[in-house]
C-alpha cells in the first residue's frame, strides 16, 4: 500500500521514487520550478505523518523566520489540500526553516493522506518557496557555477552538484578522516576513569536499593550511561577495546551494586551483622539469590541498554557523505 502511495505521488509530481530519501526511507524526490523536493509517508517514534522537504538556494530567504508560518496560516490553497478550515497546529508548529531548506510534518492517526492531497500540498510549499527564495535551478550548490548535471542524492538529500565540487568534498572527507584517525587513545586513562566511576555506581545502586528496598531499572539505564560517559571522556578517542570495556564495567557494577543489596539485606536479617564470614556467604549464593526469578537479568539488559545508547550516540563521526545519481 505504502509503495502504491509513492508510485501514484510520483506519476502526479513527476517525480522518481527512491529506497531511501531524507527520512531514511523510501520517498519521493526530483525538482520543482528549480527547487529541489522530496516527500514520504513515514513514522517519528509513535507517530504516522507525511513529510515534506522544499531546497532553495543557500541563504537566499528573505521573509524572516517567521515568513514560512505566515504564508502557511493564511494560505487558502494549503487549507483546501489539508481538507480543513484552518492548518493544523500541530502541522503549524512542525514547520522548520533553514539556512537552505523548509522541512514540515502532516501528522495522522487512522487514515493516510491521499496522495492527491500529498501532491497538492508539495506544491503549495513550492509555492511558498518561489515566494521568498531563489531556486536552485542549474546551479552547483557548491561552487554556484552553471551545471547541466542532474540532481544528486547526497546521503538520500537531493542536491544539485557538480562533478569538481564531489571531487573536492570527497578529498576533504578523507583528509578529515585520516586527521580522525591519527588522533591518540588513552586506554589507561578510560579504564581509571571506568574504574573509579563503577566503583562509586555500584555503592550508590546498592545502598540506595537497600534503603527504599527496591531496584529502579532506570537506574541500570544511568549507571551504562553514566559509565560509558566517563570512560569516553578518559580515553577521548574511543576504540574497540573502550567499548568493550564499557560492556563489561556496566555488568561489573550492575552485579556489584546487587551484590551489595544482597549483603545489606542479608546483614539486617542476621544476628552479628555485617561480617567477613556473611560476605563470603552471601558471595557464594550471590548468584542464586540474584538470577533465580529473573530480576539480575532484567537489571543487567537495562544497563547494556544506557551504555548502547551512549556508544551509538559517540560513535566515530562519518566524513564521507555518498552520493547517488537521480538522474
Known amino acids: 500500500m505504502a509503495q502504491k502511495r509513492l508510485v501514484r505521488l510520483a506519476d502526479l509530481t513527476h517525480l522518481k521514487t527512491v529506497a531511501k530519501g531524507p527520512w531514511q526511507g523510501p520517498a519521493v524526490v526530483g525538482s520543482m520550478q528549480g527547487f529541489p523536493v522530496a516527500a514520504a509517508w513515514n513514522r517519528n517514534e509513535r507517530q504516522s505523518q507525511v513529510s515534506f522537504l522544499v531546497r532553495f538556494a543557500k541563504g537566499s530567504w528573505s521573509a524572516g523566520p517567521d515568513g514560512l508560518t505566515t504564508f502557511a496560516s493564511a494560505s487558502g490553497e494549503l487549507r483546501q489540500a489539508l481538507g480543513k478550515k484552518a492548518v493544523p497546529k500541530a502541522l503549524l508548529k512542525s514547520f522548520k526553516l533553514t539556512e537552505d531548506g523548509l522541512l514540515c510534518h502532516w501528522p495522522f492517526s487512522l487514515f493516510a493522506p491521499k496522495p492527491e492531497a500529498v501532491a497538492t500540498v508539495l506544491k503549495v510549499l ?29 546521503d538520500g538529500v537531493p542536491v544539485r552538484v557538480c562533478t569538481p565540487c564531489r571531487a573536492s568534498q570527497d578529498e576533504q572527507a578523507r583528509r578529515a578522516q585520516e586527521a580522525y584517525e591519527s588522533l591518540a587513545s588513552n586506554p589507561m586513562a578510560g579504564l581509571l576513569y571506568g574504574l573509579l566511576t563503577g566503583m562509586v555506581l555500584a555503592v550508590l545502586w546498592g545502598g540506595l536499593a537497600f534503603l527504599i528496598h527496591r531496584i529502579f531499572l532506570w537506574g541500570a539505564i544511568g549507571i551504562g550511561v553514566a559509565l560509558a560517559w566517563s570512560i569516553n571522556r578518559g580515553m577521548e578517542k574511543v576504540n574497540h577495546f573502550g567499548r568493550m570495556l564499557t560492556v563489561l564495567l556496566t555488568l561489573a557494577t550492575v552485579l556489584a551494586g546487587d551484590y551489595l543489596f544482597i549483603l545489606f539485606s542479608a546483614a539486617r536479617e542476621v544476628e552479628g551483622g555485617l561480617s567477613l564470614r556473611l560476605a563470603i556467604v552471601a558471595a557464594q549464593h550471590f548468584f542464586e539469590a540474584n538470577f533465580q526469578n529473573g530480576s539480575g537479568y532484567i537489571s543487567l539488559l537495562f544497563a547494556l541498554v544506557g551504555a548502547g545508547y551512549i556508544l ?9 557523505v555518498t552520493y547517488e545519481p537521480l538522474g
Do not use: D, H, I, S
Open 312 to 320: 551509538y550516540m559517540n560513535r566515530p563521526p562519518r566524513f564521507r
Open 126 to 154: 513550492v509555492g511558498f518557496a518561489a515566494k521568498a527564495a531563489k531556486p536552485v535551478a542549474e546551479q552547483c550548490e557548491g561552487c554556484g557555477r552553471e551545471t547541466r548535471e542532474g540532481l544528486w542524492m547526497a
